[in-house]
């Protein structure tokens, strides 16, 4: 009985023994879980502190971008603005323009226009005061001149007259060209005192009307429009307010304005402004790069009838020499 008793003993403490070391056993595999589980609930916590400071970043770049949008809209609103009075300030100056075919425009009485007498104009120097000195010229390929069919050309009388009627031109006493004995019979109606050219041939007027243009007095858009020269005489042609002033045919040079506008500053013949070519547009707003010839910002250099001038200006100084080309 005792035999048995202490057998029973011995196979108790050996049992105890063996629950022992599978205890140990669970114990180190607990602590390795454990550095384990510390280890990744370290990597959690920087990777949840690097999501909280991304987060907090992008917040603030969005408060950043908000406030740049309530700028943006209150400037675009305020160019839409100023571009609509701009407008408003041409149509109702120019209110003969809807008028029909020698009907006169209204009130074109003595003393309608002394609202406007006093309203000063500033008229722009030639080549906006960018000519450089000097002999330095360029070559320009060009296509030969066309005409397109059905083009509606309005001379340089019917835009004088209008004008005049305006109170924007008035018949000038001064020097031009002259144009031999030949034509001393010809008269002027802008140089009433002066006998040798015809309106239609007169550079003073032609100058006139590109200073209207380039005050704004008359509008310079592009687009389906008429097209107005000094080539042929179409007297009852009606004038609307989108019609495009033209002196006269602009050569057909093959490149384009602005590319031609980077030559001459790249061959120095004219001088250059320096301006920032990037713009934001954060809210898909359209923002018109100013043109590069007088930073204007109501139209590109595609649009600007002063420098088409001013480059057919540059064709008559010899600065340009056109080379003409085929077509194709």
């Known amino acids: 009985m005792e035999k048995s008793k202490g057998i029973d003993i011995e196979l108790t403490e050996e049992d105890l023994r063996m629950e022992l070391q599978r205890l140990r056993q669970e114990i180190q595999e607990t602590r390795e879980r454990r550095i384990e589980v510390e280890f990744a609930t370290a990597v959690t916590r920087a990777t949840n502190a690097a999501l909280d400071a991304e987060l907090a970043a992008k917040m603030t770049k969005y408060d950043v971008i908000s406030k740049k949008t309530v700028v943006v809209r209150k400037e675009h609103d305020a160019f839409k603005n100023d571009i609509t009075m701009r407008l408003q300030k ?157 002196c006269y045919y602009f050569t057909p040079f093959k490149k384009t304005l602005l590319d031609i506008f980077s030559l001459l500053v790249q061959k120095g013949v004219l001088a250059s402004i320096k301006k920032d070519d990037e713009a934001i547009d954060l809210i898909g707003i359209e923002i018109w790069k100013p043109c590069p010839y007088h930073d204007a910002i109501d139209h590109n250099i595609g649009r600007c009838l002063r420098f088409r001038y001013d480059v057919e200006s540059l064709v008559n100084m010899g600065k340009i020499q056109v080379e003409f080309v085929p077509r194709g």
């Open 90 to 246: 041409i149509r109702g100056k120019c209110s003969f323009f809807n008028q029909e075919p020698n009907s006169g425009p209204e009130d074109t009485h003595p003393g309608a226009t002394e609202e406007d007498a006093d309203e000063e104009i500033f008229y722009m120097p030639l080549f906006v005061g960018r000519l450089k000195e000097g002999a330095k010229k360029i070559t320009l390929p060009a296509y030969e001149r066309t005409h397109s069919v059905g083009e509606r050309v309005v001379p340089c009388a019917l835009i004088y007259e209008h004008h005049k009627a305006s109170g924007m031109l008035k018949p000038f006493e001064g020097t031009t060209f002259g144009f031999g004995h030949e034509s001393s019979q010809k008269t002027c109606a802008y140089h009433p005192n002066q006998r040798g050219h015809t309106i239609e041939e007169c550079v003073e007027i032609k100058a006139a009307i590109r200073n209207l243009i380039n005050v704004g007095e008359i509008p310079y858009v592009w687009g389906g429009n008429t097209v107005l020269t000094c080539d042929q005489q179409e007297p009852n042609m009606s004038v609307t307010e989108h019609t495009l002033f033209y």
